[in-house]
């Protein structure tokens, strides 16, 4: 089959390689119909992630047909129309019954922290990704999501990660009515964790990026105001002077550990490795909301050390909330918001793109290319229906 294949950091290409088999009888074979590029993609893509092996197909937002399920697998048959979240998870360990499906105990043999994802290094499992035109679903019971008749697959895609993740990175902020909620990113997921906030009860919604395309976006789709962090030198005192010298209410990070914006982060954090990621966006975060205010990071960061102003959390008696998002937990509430057409997700898709030429795609959503927002690959076998 065609896939989409890791030569090493820059270096992407379709490359032929064998399709995936049944290899537990939980397991079910999709013939993929779509799959996304996630920022995510990118800290894979830039070398950024240790244990990122060479011949490896990335892709953890997909949906699919099913194929073939393994002889265990009771709730999917051979052509089912399915999104599959990011997470793989068992659904019975103490985690999963928790519903913090992201932290599944039994899914990523590699670490204690973050479960199973699929095409995400073996630092999470090794699991090939959707990236393909075939891909290998473990768990098949539990985490695919049969995708109902109403919801368009462009629609369906979008559920699998960046929209479940910006409505969590909304949740965890813990927003109350009338609230001033601070975005930093306006990529996929800081443009629905904006969104997310609106229908959460927020009464401002600011969102902060320095891509001028990707702003006029966020607020023609939100109606949110939105701050070009280049314009800024301050950003706490930026913030503060928005909010009556408060701070704001709830700070989320979208954006993680590739944040430009401070110079010696950037080396230090992207550049030289010194610490697990740039944190300028935490800084950020920790010093423009207001005393005993939430933060909430989705961003992706390294497991190890970082720069953070710890201190100013404690002194401020701030709250932290983060995670990988469960999105299985948010799928039933998120498809009703589709239906009510409260959202219409794929209207962030900008570019679709042949799996032939997935090496351009990354290069195109990497440097932030003609207006890129979210390139979707379509596999040469899903073009044909
Ligand atoms: P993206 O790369 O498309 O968007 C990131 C945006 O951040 C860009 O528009 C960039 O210009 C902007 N940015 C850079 N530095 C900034 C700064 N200092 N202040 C404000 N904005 C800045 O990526 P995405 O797909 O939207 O993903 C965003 C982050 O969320 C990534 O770190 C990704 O790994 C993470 N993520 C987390 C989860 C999860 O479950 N926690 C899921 C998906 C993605
Ligand atoms: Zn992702």
Not at 59 to 79: A, P
Not at 155 to 174: I, K, N
Request: glycine residues 10%; proline residues 5%.
């Amino acid at each position: 089959m065609l896939a989409m294949n890791y030569r090493g950091p820059y270096r992407v290409r379709a490359a032929h390689k064998a399709e995936p088999r049944i290899e537990h009888p939980g397991d079910a074979i999709l013939r993929v119909t779509r799959s996304c590029i996630c920022g995510s993609d990118l800290h894979l893509y830039h070398g950024l992630v240790p244990d990122t092996r060479v011949g490896m197909t990335f892709g953890h937002e997909f949906t699919g047909i099913v194929e073939e399920v393994g002889s265990s697998v009771q709730n999917l048959k051979k052509g089912d129309h399915v999104l599959v979240p990011f997470n793989i998870f068992c659904g019975s360990c103490y985690f999963c019954r928790k519903e913090l499906y992201s932290n599944c105990h039994n899914t990523n043999p590699e670490a204690t922290a973050v479960g199973g994802i699929y095409g995400y290094s073996h630092t999470t499992g090794g699991y090939d990704g959707g990236q393909a035109e075939y891909v290998r679903v473990p768990m098949a019971d539990v985490g695919p999501h049969l995708i109902p008749a109403d919801i368009p697959p462009d629609d369906a895609v979008l559920l699998t990660d960046a929209l479940p993740t910006g409505y969590q990175a909304a949740e965890m902020g813990d927003i109350r009515r009338g609230d001033t909620v601070v975005v930093f990113g306006a990529g996929p997921v800081g443009i629905f964790a904006a969104k997310s906030a609106w229908l959460m009860g927020a009464g401002r919604v600011i969102v902060v990026d320095h891509l001028e395309y990707r702003l006029d976006f966020v607020q023609r789709y939100t109606g949110c105001e939105i701050l070009n962090f280049k314009e800024v030198q301050d950003m706490a005192e930026k913030i503060k002077s928005m909010t009556d010298w408060l701070g704001a209410d709830v700070c989320i990070d979208c954006v993680g550990a590739e944040a430009v914006g401070n110079a010696l982060q950037h080396l230090t954090g992207v550049k030289l490795k010194l610490q697990a990621g740039a944190a300028t966006v935490l800084h950020w975060c920790i010093n423009s909301v207001r005393k005993g205010g939430t933060v909430s990071i989705v961003g992706v960061y390294g497991p190890t050390f970082n720069m953070v102003p710890i201190g100013n959390v404690v002194n401020k008696g701030l709250t932290i909330r983060a995670n990988q998002a469960s999105v299985k937990r948010h799928l039933p509430r998120l498809i009703e918001h589709i239906q009510a057409g409260r959202i219409k997700p794929s209207e962030i898709i900008t570019h679709r793109i042949p799996l032939e030429e997935v090496s351009d795609a990354y290069h195109i959503f990497s440097s932030k290319l003609d207006g890129c927002i979210k390139p979707i690959l379509v596999p040469p076998s899903a073009a044909l229906h």
